[in-house]
């Protein structure tokens, strides 16, 4: 999952609908001079947020519906791309588990009075631009595999200790198990692809 898919809209969206207090988001802070309020967009997943931010409810609503914005981006490309019968069975599921959990984000974000980022402004995989047939699938298994090792890691031992409300703590909870699921399936298409 691209848990990390930083962009300043999901800034901007964080600080919005939470009030005073939340700038600090789970978000790279730029070198730039306006770092307090500047957030660095980065394709990668949310295993390397920094440790020192500060996250909350809002924060973590955000970067789990923008990545699962960027699993259905990426899984659609791929149903579209991919040559393997495995892949493509691979990014269906995906496709529809992560377009189910974003629909699970957007009702716990209007319960919380949360604001979501907007789904035009999440950015392609780099690791997939340009890449065509067996490269494409080989690229698109090994992301999957990457991240959702990354973002299972993440959600146990940092998202879930962070998140205040019992709603989307359950939430990230019910989520680990899909997230392991993936990564089996997308373990088992890689070795399908090496034979």
Same mark, same amino acid.
């Given at each position: 999952?691209?848990?990390?898919?930083?962009?300043?809209a999901?800034a901007?969206?964080?600080a919005?609908? !939470? !009030?005073? !207090?939340n700038?600090?988001?789970a978000y790279?802070?730029t070198d730039?001079a306006?770092?307090?309020t500047t957030m660095?967009?980065?394709?990668?997943?949310?295993?390397h947020?920094?440790?020192?931010?500060?996250l909350?409810d809002?924060?973590?609503?955000?970067?789990l519906a923008?990545?699962?914005?960027?699993e259905v981006?990426q899984?659609r490309t791929?149903l579209?791309?991919a040559k393997s019968a495995?892949?493509?069975?691979l990014?269906?599921r995906?496709?529809?588990?992560?377009a189910?959990?974003?629909?699970?984000?957007?009702?716990?974000?209007?319960k919380?009075?949360?604001t979501l980022p907007d789904s035009?402004s999440?950015p392609?995989?780099?690791e997939?631009a340009?890449?065509t !047939?067996?490269?494409f699938d080989?690229?698109?298994?090994?992301?999957?595999?990457?991240?959702h090792?990354?973002?299972i890691?993440?959600?146990?031992?940092?998202l879930?200790?962070?998140?205040?409300?019992?709603?989307?703590?359950s939430?990230?909870?019910?989520?680990v198990?899909k997230?392991?699921?993936h990564?089996?399936?997308?373990?088992?298409?890689?070795?399908?692809l090496?034979s």
């Amino acid at each position: 999952m691209k848990w990390q898919i930083l962009i300043p809209a999901v800034a901007l969206a964080a600080a919005c609908s !939470g !009030g005073e !207090g939340n700038r600090d988001t789970a978000y790279r802070q730029t070198d730039s001079a306006a770092a307090d309020t500047t957030m660095a967009a980065t394709p990668d997943t949310m295993a390397h947020a920094p440790a020192a931010a500060v996250l909350n409810d809002s924060s973590i609503v955000a970067e789990l519906a923008t990545a699962d914005m960027a699993e259905v981006q990426q899984a659609r490309t791929a149903l579209k791309e991919a040559k393997s019968a495995a892949v493509k069975t691979l990014a269906q599921r995906l496709e529809t588990d992560h377009a189910a959990h974003l629909k699970q984000m957007r009702t716990l974000a209007s319960k919380l009075k949360l604001t979501l980022p907007d789904s035009s402004s999440v950015p392609a995989a780099p690791e997939l631009a340009g890449k065509t !047939g067996a490269a494409f699938d080989s690229a698109f298994v090994q992301h999957a595999i990457d991240d959702h090792q990354k973002d299972i890691d993440k959600l146990q031992n940092t998202l879930l200790p962070a998140a205040q409300s019992a709603d989307l703590k359950s939430l990230i909870r019910t989520t680990v198990p899909k997230l392991q699921a993936h990564l089996a399936l997308a373990q088992t298409t890689e070795r399908k692809l090496g034979s």
